[in-house]
């Protein structure tokens, strides 16, 4: 979860909870269109456009007509889904960067309970330095290129410097 301007918070979600469309709605998108993109775009947050995958609870019609709720009543937008490409993590920044970023944890020392786990991602997720997060999203539209060139079949990662 991140922009332009800033990194969006990563949220927990508790071992028991299954994560539907109402889950998604309340406790992921409206905080987002609420409180944090307001605040990492006090004075243009209309220029903003929400991105997500085409996870189910992304696609439903009552995501959808919640999405287009918060557009009336924020001015924020979004990309519908029809318009992700099917091979959306080819071109989603968190997908093929943030994630990955993250990932080092794997790699230090690990933590012996979940709580340490949450504890370790979410100290390495603020260590990100958002000018890599920035190559990151400026790439995407040479990336969404490559995908049309490739006709929609996965695309190799294009040649970006993400270096701490």
Not at 65 to 81: N, Q, R, S, V
């Amino acid at each position: 979860m991140l922009s332009y301007n800033g990194k969006l918070k990563i949220r927990r979600v508790k071992k028991s909870v299954k994560i539907n469309s109402t889950y998604y709605q309340e406790k992921v998108l409206r905080p987002i269109f609420t409180e944090e993109i307001p605040f990492l775009y006090p004075n243009d947050f209309q220029r903003v456009k929400l991105h997500q995958d085409k996870d189910a609870s992304h696609t439903s019609k009552s995501t959808t007509a919640f999405l287009e709720k918060m557009k009336t009543d924020t001015g924020i937008a979004h990309i519908p889904f029809q318009y992700i490409p099917t091979k959306s993590p080819d071109i989603s920044p968190m997908d093929y960067c943030a994630f990955g970023l993250v990932k080092i944890v794997f790699s230090k020392p690990k933590p012996t309970t979940i709580d340490g786990l949450w504890k370790v991602v979410e100290e390495e997720w603020k260590s990100v330095p958002l000018e890599i997060l920035r190559k990151a999203l400026l790439s995407r539209k040479s990336r969404c290129r490559l995908l049309v060139q490739k006709k929609g079949y996965q695309i190799e990662h294009l040649k970006i410097v993400f270096t701490f």
